[in-house]
């Protein structure tokens, strides 16, 4: 069972920045892909970056130039760098782990999830 808790999020103003953290239990973090979502009110939870074990990642592209994701495997915490936020990020976003196999864009194919960090961004 691996547990993660986010932490970092918070009301900013536009072009701001927040830096989120995921922290994981266990001994084994540096061997899953991890991921961030993000869900909007009445709107489906969506992809915005992952990184696989090997520090390779991936950002979609309406977070690419603003967003970074990361990793420290020695701490076991997973980070999303968020610069020049806009008001349109504004959501709930979820660290997620996958137990084998690279990193997707695919929600369903995460195997845990943290509880969310709430990132509001005003105009």
């Known amino acids: 069972q691996v547990q993660l808790v986010e932490s970092g999020g918070g009301l900013v103003q536009a072009g701001g920045s927040l830096r989120l953290s995921c922290a994981a239990s266990?001994?084994?973090?540096?061997?899953?892909?991890m991921g961030w979502f993000r869900q909007a009110p009445g709107k489906e939870r969506e992809f915005v970056a992952a990184i696989n074990r090997s520090g390779n990642t991936y950002h979609v592209d309406f977070v690419k130039g603003r967003f970074t994701i990361s990793r420290d495997n020695a701490k076991n915490t997973l980070y999303l760098q968020m610069n020049s936020l806009k008001p349109e990020d504004t959501a709930v976003y979820y660290c997620?782990?996958?137990?084998?196999?690279?990193?997707?864009?695919?929600?369903?194919?995460?195997?845990?999830w943290g509880q969310g960090t709430q990132v509001t961004v005003s105009s």
């Open positions: 997620a782990a996958r137990v084998g196999g690279g990193y997707s864009v695919t929600p369903a194919y995460y195997d845990y």
């Open positions: 266990g001994r084994t973090f540096s061997t899953y892909a």
